[in-house]
């Protein structure tokens, strides 16, 4: 079983930056592929990036090319989503997913882990 537990969320301003972090934590002797995704107010949850159990594969939703990026610490069992550019329209929870297995994919149902959610609010 592995736990995730998101941080880093808060309210900002459109165009500022935050970073998110999902530490990792119970079997994590092997390391996973990571995905962040979003579920905003009455919407569905959606894919919005994610990176290869290597590091060396990620994938991007449309809407934050260029803007959000992804990282991973192995050694610390910790993942980042850097938020550039932010939009209004990114305003939602945040969730970390774990999947076993050593590629990155893009649907909720892929993945075997999730962390409980950061809220991210960004104002106009």
């Known amino acids: 079983q592995v736990q995730l537990v998101e941080s880093g969320g808060g309210l900002v301003q459109a165009g500022g930056s935050l970073r998110l972090s999902c530490a990792a934590s119970?079997?994590?002797?092997?390391?996973?592929?990571m995905g962040w995704f979003r579920q905003a107010p009455g919407k569905e949850r959606e894919f919005v990036i994610a990176?290869?159990?290597?590091?060396?594969?990620?994938f991007y939703a449309d809407s934050v090319k260029g803007r959000f990026t992804i990282s991973k610490d192995n050694a610390k069992n910790t993942v980042y989503l850097q938020m550039n550019s932010l939009k209004p329209e990114d305003t939602a929870i945040y969730y970390c997913?774990?999947?076993?297995?050593?590629?990155?994919?893009?649907?909720?149902?892929?993945?075997?882990?999730w962390g409980q959610g950061t809220q991210v609010t960004v104002s106009s």
């Open positions: 997913a774990a999947r076993r297995g050593r590629q990155a994919r893009t649907q909720t149902y892929e993945y075997d882990y």
């Open positions: 119970g079997r994590t002797s092997s390391t996973y592929p």
């Open positions: 990176i290869s159990w290597s590091g060396d594969s990620i």
